[in-house]
């Protein structure tokens, strides 16, 4: 079941891209969807079949692949992986929908997009270090030619950028994972095989370093988040879709599985500095939010935001917390999702995403409606109001931290009423008041165009008012992950008291 789901878009991406012949850009998005469709069913299988309670990996697969190199294919699923899968799922075959028929050169372009799901699904599944960071690399290519080929005026600029920062990133986290395997004495990369906790603290805290900087380029954390905005305004909407929805959640994954999980006794001694960054992380993003006046980088600005708000929470690693955290990545997914296609709608027929020009969308005889409904939906959501996803996500992330970091989680609090502020700012600007003069003529709205975010506002709405849905699969798993940090830190402390340190 795992390696179908791998196999089944990476199947797909062949044979789009080995098409005997030339295929239009409808043909070539019909046979992709059809596989990204495939893997989300094929997901939610996998969910139905899941044991709720069980903690240990399920439908575990494991093969010898390089015993030179200690690497096995080695698959598994938990609840902290299998929410992500079903959102990568869906969010790759809203992407694969919402993608230009006209496209140029589709057969590279949704082979690569099937690619890019390969890579993330096996690296939510890799159950071994050095297997996670071969489809934690198979990503980068992918992700580095659509924004290269199909973004915008300085997509050369902003690609290149992405692929430094990420190739660094990719060179940090390797370096700590061989650290870890080395020091630790380990024979391979097998994570059930792996025992870094006896490692002295301070070689602990330096292999935590690597893995924090390089998943805090990917999620990103202020100071490396420059290349985000850059990218996100270059890309096209279904790559930003996945760029924010899916891609950045690689890095929040990393820190929770291989930083808190494998490190717990470096995690709890930098946990207060890990605190402060994240409130430093939401800050800065809700306040350069505010200044912008290009609607996409201003939903750019507020992903860099929401991302702090798992840190602070994985750094509180208490059970509720750590849920938050996951509830956090699930909700901004969806969130900032729905909120680039909305912004790639307004663009698409106003021909402009700059909020000095933009005025009175909202218009229910020339202007856009329901997109303008939509998106007032999904500002909200971001902002926090009850009755939906965003709300309880960031409610179970400050009551599980504040006990833990109580000021840092206040801190947190402040960025997220700036939130309200600059979503007020994109709807009071760009959707009311009089219709402006350069976008009067608007081309119609079509429902396929408004169907990719109307199915997200309704999740946001559903998992908003019943959030256990979402909760329920995830619970177990990450209770039992911080218990386990919990008893190693008990253990840790009671030894060092015993030793009169």
């Not at 030339?22 to 059809?34: D, W, Y």
């Not at 019943?466 to 992950?481: D, G």
């Amino acid at each position: 079941m795992l390696s179908a789901l791998i196999l089944v878009p990476l199947i797909g991406a062949a044979l789009i891209g080995f098409w005997p012949s030339g295929i239009s850009g409808k043909l070539a998005r019909g046979v992709a969807l059809v596989f990204a469709i495939i893997a989300l069913f094929l997901t939610i299988v996998l969910t139905i079949q899941f044991r709720l309670g069980e903690v240990s990996q399920q439908f575990a697969e494991s093969v010898p692949w390089i015993d030179a190199l200690g690497l096995n294919y080695s698959l598994g699923v938990d609840g902290l992986s299998l929410v992500l899968l079903l959102l990568n799922a869906l969010l790759t075959s809203i992407a694969i929908y919402s993608s230009d028929e006209s496209l140029a050169r589709p057969k590279l372009y949704y082979s690569l997009i099937l690619l890019l799901s390969v890579g993330v699904t096996g690296a939510f599944l890799a159950q071994d270090l050095l297997l996670f960071f071969l489809f934690y690399e198979l990503e980068l290519i992918p992700l580095y030619l659509l924004i290269a080929i199909w973004g915008g005026a300085r997509r050369g600029y902003a690609a290149t950028k992405f692929l430094i920062y990420t190739a660094v990133s990719g060179i940090l986290i390797l370096a700590s994972f061989l650290g870890i395997v080395w020091l630790s004495g380990s024979s391979s990369f097998a994570l059930a095989t792996l025992n870094p906790k006896t490692l002295p603290l301070a070689t602990q805290v330096l292999l935590l370093v690597g893995i924090l900087v390089g998943f805090g380029i990917k999620i990103p954390l202020v100071p490396f988040h420059t290349w985000l905005p850059d990218a996100h305004v270059e890309a096209s909407t279904p790559i930003s879709v996945l760029l924010a929805g899916v891609l950045l959640k690689l890095g929040t994954y990393g820190l929770l599985r291989f930083g808190m999980n494998l490190l717990p006794e470096a995690w709890g001694y930098l946990a207060p500095w890990l605190a402060v960054w994240a409130a430093v992380s939401v800050l800065y993003g809700s306040s350069c939010a505010i200044a912008q006046t290009d609607m996409k980088k201003m939903v750019a600005y507020s992903s860099i935001g929401h991302m702090g708000y798992v840190l602070i929470a994985a750094a509180a690693a208490t059970p509720l917390s750590v849920l938050g955290a996951v509830m956090q990545m699930i909700s901004h997914g969806l969130i900032s999702a729905m909120l680039f296609l909305l912004v790639g709608v307004v663009y698409k027929k106003a021909g402009s995403r700059d909020l000095e020009i933009l005025r009175g969308l909202l218009n229910p005889e020339r202007g856009m409606p329901v997109i303008g409904s939509l998106m007032i939906v999904g500002v909200m959501a971001s902002a926090g109001i009850p009755g939906m996803v965003g709300f309880i996500s960031e409610f179970v992330v400050y009551r599980g931290s504040f006990a833990v970091f109580p000021v840092q989680t206040l801190l947190c609090m402040i960025g997220n009423g700036l939130t309200a502020v600059y979503f007020l700012l994109l709807v009071n600007r760009a959707f009311f008041g009089r219709l402006s003069a350069p976008v009067v003529n608007l081309p119609r709205v079509y429902w396929s165009d408004r169907l990719p975010a109307a199915i997200l506002a309704l999740l946001i709405v559903i998992f908003g008012i019943q959030p256990s849905w979402l909760a329920r699969w995830t619970e177990p798993t990450v209770t039992a992950m911080v218990n386990t940090q919990n008893v190693v830190a008990t253990v840790s402390l009671d030894k060092k008291m015993g030793s009169g340190e």
